[in-house]
């Protein structure tokens, strides 16, 4: 009988970490993942997906070192993906230190355990679109774009990414730095605006005095499915002979407006908007009822232009290409929080 492939997550306890498990488990492969603690809160993802009896939780904060080890050690993965670190791009002027901690450290221990224990061990980086040079550029950001981080989470990506490729090049490490785009689901964490907006909006028909706040609703994004994101990162492992960096993005932009109008149609919401900038007010036309009032807080001291990404490169070397389309990744949302609320 052939030995089950042993794939390991590290960061299995967020949105992508808990899909790809999701998706791997299905596939009818040994899956471990890390978490940081297995409180039933940090394992929630995993409690909603079924999976936690069908998979092997190890509990392992990525800045301890010799933990991180262990845990390889103990699973001998043939693939890892590394998803965790500090993920949150508006804060990270005020946490430089943790992301030295979070997303620095970890990565070069682990690259370097590769090279020296797991040559053979195919692993996947989450890097980030943070990356690229958001200014002055017309085309859609691809693997040959420009780089240039305005904040220290997107430098840490920088980092991650060239040190990724110099592994890969000079010690011929089959080890990937895949680039995202926004991706959003049902699980995605309630920082993010299109999560925010989704359960917001829901808790709105069923409470019409409630209200709630947004930033910059004219700011622009490229949203895919985390999904059909987890999907790419198994298949371009595995279908890669040379392995090389992807890109996932869907190419094309809306602005966080644009997501407020379609989530309120699925709902059957109509909408009325009333003034501009900070003084907009976005109404329920049939009740009058306010629903959504624009704070300053929200807003982002840098606000990256809204850039769009060009998958092409990806799906042609991979095969892979995305399943959802925006409209089935809104319904899937909003249902959640329907039947959750
Ligand atoms: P990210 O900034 O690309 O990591 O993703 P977010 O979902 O946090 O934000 C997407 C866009 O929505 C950004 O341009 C924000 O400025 C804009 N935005 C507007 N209002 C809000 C809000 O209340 N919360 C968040 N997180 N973003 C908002």
Redesign the pocket.
């Known amino acids: 009988m052939t030995k089950k492939q042993r794939h390991l997550i590290i960061g299995g306890s967020g949105q992508d970490g808990a899909l790809l498990a999701d998706y791997l488990v299905k596939k009818g492969f040994d899956v471990h993942t890390t978490c940081r603690n297995k409180t039933s809160f940090s394992l929630e993802r995993l409690i909603y997906l079924q999976i936690l009896e069908e998979i092997t939780v190890h509990k392992c904060d990525i800045r301890n070192l010799s933990k991180l080890k262990d845990v390889l050690e103990s699973v001998l993965p043939n693939y890892v993906y590394f998803l965790a670190g500090y993920t949150k ?2 804060d990270s002027f005020s946490d430089i230190l943790e992301i030295a901690d979070s997303n620095l450290k970890p990565v070069c221990f682990m690259l370097d355990f590769l090279r020296k224990y797991m040559p053979d061990t195919k692993c996947l980086f989450a890097g980030s679109s943070e990356i690229f040079d958001t200014e002055n550029i017309e085309n859609k950001i691809d693997l040959k774009s420009r780089f240039s981080p305005k904040n220290p989470y997107g430098a840490s990506k920088l980092f991650l990414f060239n040190v990724v490729k110099q592994y890969r090049e000079y010690y011929n490490l089959p080890v990937m730095t895949a680039l995202l785009f ?1 991706h959003e689901s049902e699980l995605r964490s309630h ?4 999560k ?1 907006i989704t359960k917001n909006l829901v808790t709105f028909t069923k409470n019409n005095e409630y209200s709630f ?5 004219d ?3 490229d949203w895919s499915s985390a999904k059909d994101f987890v999907r790419c990162f198994y298949k371009a492992l595995e279908s890669d002979n040379k392995v090389d960096d992807i890109l996932l993005a869907s190419g094309k932009l809306m602005s ?1 407006r644009e997501f407020i109008k379609l989530s309120a149609k699925i709902l059957n919401l109509e909408l009325d908007f009333v003034g501009e900038g900070l003084n907009e007010r976005i109404f329920c036309k049939k009740t009058g009822k306010l629903i959504i009032s624009i704070s300053p807080r ?3 001291e840098l ?2 232009n ?1 850039l769009a990404g060009d998958p092409t490169e990806t799906m042609q070397r991979t095969g892979w290409s995305p399943n959802y389309t925006f409209e089935m990744l809104l319904e899937e949302m909003i249902k959640y929080e329907l039947e959750k609320n």
């Open positions: 791009t508006a926004n920082f993010f605006v299109t925010k706040q947004l930033g910059n609703i700011a622009k994004r966080v929200y807003y982002r606000e990256t809204g």
